[in-house]
């Protein structure tokens, strides 16, 4: 037995059979369908696609044979390959020294007859045969070694696509990891952004509220020594008013007829006017330095932003501040004859919280309720905006705040907690206020915030704060709105 020579592009040859990643791979019906076609042809019922590695030949395809494989010493099919431009017909084995005491021959599957046409790539490189084989001698005729020939390069075609379809799979494959890892990578930098929206509004509102907390909290000390330095003597001055218009009066009831100058300036002051307006304008003063004074106490309130302490406050304070702070807001204007505030304050503990901040709270929400009753003049003329606190569960102070204006739209109700998202004209708002609420809220307090919305029936809106105090308070209200 002669042993098939390497081919001289044999390591060329090897690496493009691996290239086309077909060894050792299941069968297929395309190439099954070529190999029982060249059985049929040649009238042999052996009929074989196999392709020579390094130590073997592996059967793509078999037709009429169970064998998958033989060492590549005992391949015919090694000897095709060393001459790629024509077929290796063999008409008897036992004629031929090469293959005369060859295993394959003297015993099963017995060859006699081999006709073997290579499968060359378009580089030149023959990876092995379709063959067809007999038990008995026999010959071709020239139209069945053709139709061998075009057999053939219909199996390298079935092998060209099979690794095209291989590589576009693979592709697709890698371009869908590709998508996924841009998806991935759209979700990390969305991520990312929404961080820096949040970022960027704290620190926008941290700055705000702290400069406006430093100048609220400056104008309500320099208003608040003035105002009570005449607050505290509106009650001296009343007196020595009142002792003075007493010693007139001991004149006048001393002296009944005064000089003409006297008498004359007497008449062209109205004194008996000007005695009697004299208490009414004391009384007047008392109340609007009063009035100055609740200002003064609530922006003090208010101006606790840069607090970094938790204190124990009552809520009910933050909240009436926030309200006697937008009063001019509430009182009627314009088309409007005010909005009416509704106050159902339950019986609450003391709250440890961050009292400067969650007053913003209170002061965004019943802003935004404010813009939107103003918003609904047009349908509406019953304003009211209703306030509800309670201890709704243990561990938890509820506020709610309800107004009765046109509710929010559909279409923007998952983006009003969004960083910079506004409805609102240019200059009216900045898109930070219910963005940042939600931040104190849920991320400083670790409390929730949400809100329920009816179209033509309003808004309320719904916070609850955690507190450790537990107190009898009832456990629920009715839902919605005003």
Known sequence: MEIAPLPPNETDRLKALDSYKILDTAAEKGFDDLTALAAYICGTPIALVSLVDANRQWFKSRFGIEATETPKELAFCAHAILQPDEPLIITNALEDERFVDNPLVISGPNIRFYAGTPLVTADGFALGTLCAIDTIPRNLSPEQIEALRRLGRQVLSQMELRINLVNLENNIIQRQQVEEDLRRSNQNLAHTLQKLKYTQAKLI?????????????GIAHEINNPINFIYGNLNHVGDNIQDLLELVHLYRQNYPE??????????????????????????????????????????????RLDEAEKKSVDIHTG?????????????????????????????????????????????????????????????????????????????????RIADNGLGIPESIRKRIFD??????????????GLSISYQIVVNKHGGVLKYLS?????????????????TKAPTSLPTLLI
């Open 419 to 432: 960083p910079f998202f506004t409805t609102k004209p240019i200059g009216k708002g900045t898109g930070l």
């Open 258 to 303: 005064p000089d003409s100058d006297i008498k004359e300036k007497s008449e062209a002051i109205d004194f008996p006017f000007l005695a009697e307006d004299l208490s009414k304008i004391l009384s007047s003063m008392k109340v609007g330095t009063n009035r100055i004074r609740q200002i003064v106490l609530s922006l003090r309130n208010f101006s």
């Open 319 to 399: 909240i009436d501040s926030a309200l006697l702070i937008l009063q001019h807001r509430l009182e009627a204007k314009g088309l409007h004859s005010g909005i009416q505030v509704i106050k159902q304050y339950g019986n609450l503990p003391l709250v440890d919280c961050f009292p400067g901040h969650l007053n913003q709270v209170f002061m965004n929400i019943l802003l935004n309720a404010i813009d939107a009753l103003e918003d609904s003049l047009i349908n509406k003329s019953d304003l009211k905006i209703r306030i509800r606190t309670v201890y709704s569960r243990s561990g938890y102070v509820v506020v």
């Open 454 to 470: 009816k179209l033509g029936k309003g808004t309320e809106f719904w916070i609850e704060i955690p507190c450790e105090k537990e």
């Open 205 to 217: 509102h941290g700055e705000k509220m702290s400069s406006l907390g430093q100048l609220v909290a």
